[in-house]
Every structure is written in structure tokens, then in C-alpha cells.
């Protein structure tokens, strides 16, 4: 039986002459929390629209749990859209009501898991407010419990610790993972690369229509590491650059007195054990470390249009 619960195979959309994605294939895997990445207008809101069946695309197929998608997915499916679309002028606990029976819950059971997340959210006191009267902040956690009320096989979020503040967009946090947990399947959309290195397990960046990137974080950011280290000693500078073999580029440096810090790039088929052999007798090592690059800084260079590696 296939681990996978959604997958888009050449998928192509274009609005008149604009291309939005261009022979999309991703897979997400049943529990797994997928990242799809990519800056403003890549077309990331496009594939997303074309999951929840808003708009279709021009080619290719999706498939839900091995089937191809239909109308009949949409109550399996929970999305929190980065623009929030909450009315205004309405009660909040009665357009949580009427949102939650559009998902197919009944009146009885809309209210009692309703109840719960409004306690769980310290909300109880909302119930009988407009959005209006709500900041912003606690408008988002008005859409995001009507998000996962019904309890949807697959989450779509885009976006979704905007207008949070810190304290509360940790809360936010801490459920997705625990919806994650739970076995819910989660395809998180952010600009916010510190929160993919946290929380996604695998990612697609997506760049002017085309997928550019997809794979796990750890193989991803393994892929564009560039042999560089950081190594911090006791000892003089002077020395230790004197002593270093010439199979290591210093790239910098800093000390203050005999406490020193460098980055070194490894040259050709130079090893570690080289590079200790050379120094060590002129210094005492502290700290030795590789320099794997961020997932921002694989976002800026991918996107940038260029595959070398970060240094």
C-alpha cells in the first residue's frame, strides 16, 4: 500500500500568456509536513489553489490517496489561505458553526469540538463577538481552528503564523507538530526558512513556474554544503596560519588574545586529519565544526539561478 496521500504529476497552469507552473511533480507522504517554497509569484498559490479544486489545471493529474482528485476530497482536505476570508460582521461562534458543518460535521458535534479548541485557545469569551471587534491576531486563530475542526487527512497552510505574535505563533507552532503527531499531513507554505528548518520534513521550491528543488531538509542542505569548516583554537594566529597546510583556504579570522576563530575551506582531496596534523602543534583546538548552510541560504542561492555550492 502506497505511503504517499498527495501527489501532482506534470501538472501545468498559465493564465493567458503568464506561465504559473510549468510540469509540476511533487509527492507528499501520509503524516509528513512538506514545505512548498518559493518567492512571491513563483507559483506556489497556484498549486495550492489547484489542490483544493478552486481553480483546475490546463494539464497533468492529482491524486489523492492513489486516487485522482476529485470534488468528493474537498472534506478531507483543511486549508488556512494566507488572505483570510472570515466575515466580518458575523458572530464568531456562529460562523464557526456554519463553517463547520460545510465540512460536514453535524450541529452537535460542531459544537462540542468547537467548545474544545475555544477553551484550549483561552477564545471562550469570543463566541458571541464580530471579527470586526477581534485584532488581527486572534482573527487568525479564529480561521486556523476552522481550519482543523473537521479533522482533515490533509492540512494546507500558507502562511500561517502571519499577524501572529511571537508567544502565540509559538502556540501555533506546537499544534501543527502535534496535529503532525496525531497523523495529519501537512503542506506548510512560508517565506519563514528558520520554520522549515524547524518543522518540514521534505521540500519543494518552486521558482518562475518550475520546480527547482525537492528532497529532504537534511539531504538538501547535505547537497549544498562546500567542504567549509569553522575551527576555534588557543594559540597565535600568526602561527596557525604559517602552519596551515596548503590544502586549506582561510576564508576569516578573528582573536582576541590567544582565543581564535577561524573558517577554513578544504582544498582537493585535503582531509580533516591533514589539517589537524599541521596545526596541532602550534595550537590547542577548542571547537571544530562543518558549516552546513541554512535553508535560507539555499533559498537565495537556488533562486538566484545558480547551483554552486554556499560558502
Not at 508567544?167 to 499544534?175: G, S, T
Not at 596548503?246 to 582573536?255: A, D, M, P, V
Request: aromatic share 10%; with cysteine.
Amino acid at each position: 500500500m502506497s505511503n504517499i496521500l498527495f501527489e501532482a504529476r506534470h501538472v501545468n497552469k498559465s493564465y493567458g500568456n503568464f506561465q504559473a507552473l510549468s510540469d509540476i511533480n511533487i509527492s507528499v507522504e501520509k503524516g509528513s509536513i512538506f514545505g512548498l517554497l518559493g518567492p512571491n509569484g513563483a507559483g506556489k498559490t497556484s498549486l495550492i489553489r489547484i489542490i483544493n479544486q478552486i481553480t483546475a489545471p490546463d494539464s497533468g493529474e492529482l491524486f489523492f490517496n492513489g486516487k485522482k482528485l476529485t470534488e468528493d476530497h474537498v472534506r478531507a482536505i483543511g486549508y488556512l489561505p494566507e488572505e483570510r476570508g472570515l466575515y466580518k460582521k458575523m458572530q464568531v461562534g456562529e460562523q464557526c458553526m456554519y463553517l463547520a458543518q460545510l465540512k460536514g460535521l453535524d450541529k452537535h458535534e460542531a459544537k462540542r469540538r468547537l467548545r474544545m479548541w475555544f477553551e484550549k485557545f483561552n477564545m471562550e469569551a469570543w463566541w458571541n463577538k464580530t471579527i470586526d471587534e477581534l485584532s488581527k491576531g486572534m482573527a487568525q486563530k479564529v480561521q486556523f481552528v476552522v481550519t482543523v475542526l473537521h479533522e482533515p487527512e490533509l492540512l494546507i497552510f500558507d502562511e500561517p503564523f502571519s499577524g501572529f505574535d511571537p508567544v502565540n505563533a509559538a502556540v501555533i507552532r506546537d499544534e501543527i507538530l502535534l496535529l503532525s503527531e496525531k497523523g495529519a499531513t501537512i503542506i506548510f507554505s512560508t517565506h519563514r526558512m528558520e520554520t522549515v528548518e524547524e518543522l518540514c520534513d521534505r521540500i519543494a521550491l518552486i521558482n518562475k513556474s518550475k520546480k527547482i528543488l525537492d528532497g529532504t531538509v537534511n539531504d538538501i542542505r547535505k547537497e549544498y554544503k562546500t567542504n567549509t569548516f569553522e575551527m576555534e583554537f588557543k594559540g597565535n594566529m600568526l602561527a596557525f596560519t604559517t602552519a596551515l597546510w596548503t590544502g586549506f583556504e582561510l576564508i576569516n579570522k578573528s582573536s582576541d588574545g590567544d582565543h581564535c576563530k577561524v573558517r577554513l575551506k578544504m582544498l582537493g582531496n585535503s582531509n580533516v586529519n591533514q589539517l589537524f596534523a599541521a596545526v596541532m602543534p602550534v595550537c590547542e583546538i577548542v571547537s571544530f565544526n562543518e558549516v552546513i548552510p541554512t535553508m535560507s541560504e539555499i533559498f537565495i542561492r537556488a533562486v538566484q539561478g545558480t547551483n554552486q555550492v554556499i560558502a
